[in-house]
């Protein structure tokens, strides 16, 4: 980029912008980064809390710098960003893991946990890792977590529960405090996705060649879309997924699956966009599978499993 772009680049309005974008953007700190805008983010944890929100990296990325990118010139975009977990006026990495090691509780509760999360995160625990944002826990792990907890202390932890748990030492002394038992259990993927669902397939196979043959004549002529390689489609169950780099992705592997591999066919979508009262009927008869990574993980998983 050239010195006469670069001058051009408002860093103190591009903080203020995104700071307006989202309401969980406590603090932000823009700098330049080979000449383009990259951004330093402090979260505001205690409205996190109050409103259940687990996955903050997803809330930070697709509500604040990608809703921020979308309005902004392009010399202007946020190509890059980072979530700390302290204050951006008192943030001290070293002080903060100097810290973290000469104050670690002393006992077996809290060895066990940190044993735990230290065999599903690459990253070392220390008493205030941040589970997400330090420790990178997904929502996959999240949910081996909370049956690590019931099964090894008896305590049932949901996510409304966790997202006021997201530090190590909260977790811990919850756990501490509110334990029936004490103990190490094994956990895996076989038992989880076991367990019976309530819930039943919906299959609409000609709601969904309603919509093959309406979007696949759109998107050959606007988008010029070819396809290739549906014969590789294996004849037993499998899972596409895609790269997501369109809202429209869905609805392309929908438009140019062949028939009977459509008929047969689930999507999952996000029930916070087609769980509303309008959109979840059309939801639950075109194979959609709602799912909330910030509500009921697991019954989400559970959900997604029952077509395979």
């Known amino acids: ?36 805008p990259f951004a330093v983010i ?7 809390r109050k409103e259940d929100v687990i996955n903050i990296e997803e809330e930070i990325k697709w509500y604040a710098v990608e809703l921020y990118n979308i309005e902004a010139e392009q010399g202007n975009k946020i190509t890059g960003y980072v979530i700390v977990t302290q204050p951006l006026s008192s943030r001290s990495a070293e002080e903060s893991t100097k810290g973290d090691v000469e104050s670690e509780p002393d006992d077996e509760i809290y060895r066990e ?10 990253y070392p625990v220390f008493h205030s890792s941040h589970l997400e944002l330090d420790l990178e826990l997904d929502s996959l792990e999240y949910v081996m977590l909370f049956e690590f907890v019931e099964k090894s202390f008896g305590l049932h932890l949901d996510e409304k529960a966790f997202s006021k748990l997201m530090v190590m030492n909260d977790l811990y002394l919850w756990v ?9 259990a094994e956990v895996n993927w076989r038992d989880v996705l076991k367990e019976k669902s309530k819930e039943k397939l919906v299959y609409s196979p000609w709601v969904m060649m309603i919509w093959k043959y309406a979007l696949l004549p759109f998107f050959k002529l606007y988008l010029r879309l070819k396809v290739s390689g549906t014969e590789n489609l294996p004849d037993s169950p499998f899972i596409i997924a895609p790269t997501h780099h369109s809202m429209l992705d869905g609805f392309v592997v929908l438009a140019t699956l062949p028939s009977p591999v459509l008929k047969k066919s689930f999507f999952l979508a996000y029930e916070g966009e087609f769980g509303t009262p309008r959109l979840r009927p059309v939801a639950k008869y075109s194979q959609m599978l709602l799912i909330d990574v910030d509500k009921n993980i697991k019954a989400s998983l559970q959900r997604t499993a029952l077509p395979l």
Not at 19 to 34: D, G, Q, R
Not at 113 to 121: A, D, E, I, R, W
Not at 176 to 184: E, P, V
Request: proline share 2%; glycine share 4%.
């Open 113 to 122: 946990l940190k044993k735990y999360l230290g065999s599903v995160s690459t």
């Open 1 to 36: 980029m050239s010195e006469k772009n670069t001058q051009q680049i408002d860093i103190v309005k591009i903080e203020k912008v995104l700071l307006s974008t989202s309401k969980f953007v406590k603090e932000a700190e823009i700098t330049l980064k080979e000449g383009k």
């Open 42 to 48: 402090y979260p505001d944890f205690d409205l996190l």
């Open 176 to 184: 501490k405090n509110h334990r029936k038992r004490s103990g190490t």
